[in-house]
């Protein structure tokens, strides 16, 4: 979807520290990244800071782009473009500021804000991930075809957004969150406390015994992998504490939205020590207090990384039903299923095609 069109929209990476601008046209950056200080800490800097970035964008460019698009952190009144609330990153915003509506006045042209959760999901549902699998299980003759996609960023926080048949599912509120889930081990405790950065760097320093360690989860998954000096069964065991509780996390997502699973974010490089305890999370099983055993998930849970578990996820499980009173068989797959995949455009890449594809289909709503 709009890999041939040649309209042009503005974006920008909007970090605590940097604001860094481009633009797009047909899913593909057109100009050099400009970068600029933020300056979060003083609303009028700020805004000056993302008015002078955007119109060096402008001034780059042979013809004017139709929108501007791009990820802010919440809390947010996203489709009236308000930003407002408790930001860490960008403090001057709290009070509620209208940064929507103020850079369509400065340039004349529609403004979309989104969160990045929101933006990564739709940016692989529609161009990465979601059609690249759709597109192998149509290779490998399988009528199975799936249209729901949750995305999960795992960072400094736990993101989340959800794509329901292409569409951005936004909220009522602009509050679809699953950093508040409760903790899988801690139930008083937030999720992301056991699903982020802090997480692992906070547990590999419990289980090496040096909690001043000052490692990077690269560095962690670097001592993990043995390239690098440290307690690497410390190392392992943190990105399995990782990989444990944001299973339980999608778990309740999933079973809820009923669709397949894209992780991304700096932390899914060590996917290889998240995803045996991610798995065998989602794999498990609950009770009832009849002692009954239920699966902690209604849908039989595919690695789509594997090629192996690929082939069986897209043979499914046919059967022949007789039709009632007629001497007649029609196929039935039995099989629920789902399935976890990691990001196929990459984060940031996933996030300005989100941008860039959501801004051209809202203008394209407006015209029917």
Known sequence: MYRYDNRIVATLDAGGTNFVFGAMQAREYIIDPISIPAKAHDLDLCLQSMVEGFS???EQLKQKPVAISFAFPGPADYPNGIIGGYLPNFPSFREGVALGTFLEKKFGVPVFINNDGDLFT???????VLPDINSRLR?????????????YTLGTGLG??????????RGDNSCVETFCLRHRDMPDIIVEEGASIRAVQRIYGELSGNRNHGFTPKDICEIADGTKEGNSDAARKAFASLGRITGNAIATAVTITDGLVVIGGGVAG??????PALLEELRSS???LGGEEVGLMQMKVFDLEDPEEFK???KGEIKKIKVYGEDEYVDYDCMKRTGIAFSKLGTNKAV????YAFALSQLDKKRH
């Open 56 to 58: 060096k964008v402008f």
């Open 139 to 151: 290779a490998m003759g399988s009528n199975k075809r799936f249209h729901n996609l949750i995305g």
């Open 160 to 169: 989340i957004g959800i794509v329901i048949d292409g569409r951005l599912n």
């Open 286 to 288: 609950i009770h009832t």
């Open 122 to 128: 739709y940016g692989e549902a529609l161009c990465g």
């Open 270 to 275: 060590a996917k290889h020590w998240i995803m």
């Open 312 to 314: 069986t996820f897209a």
């Open 352 to 355: 300005s095609v989100g941008a």
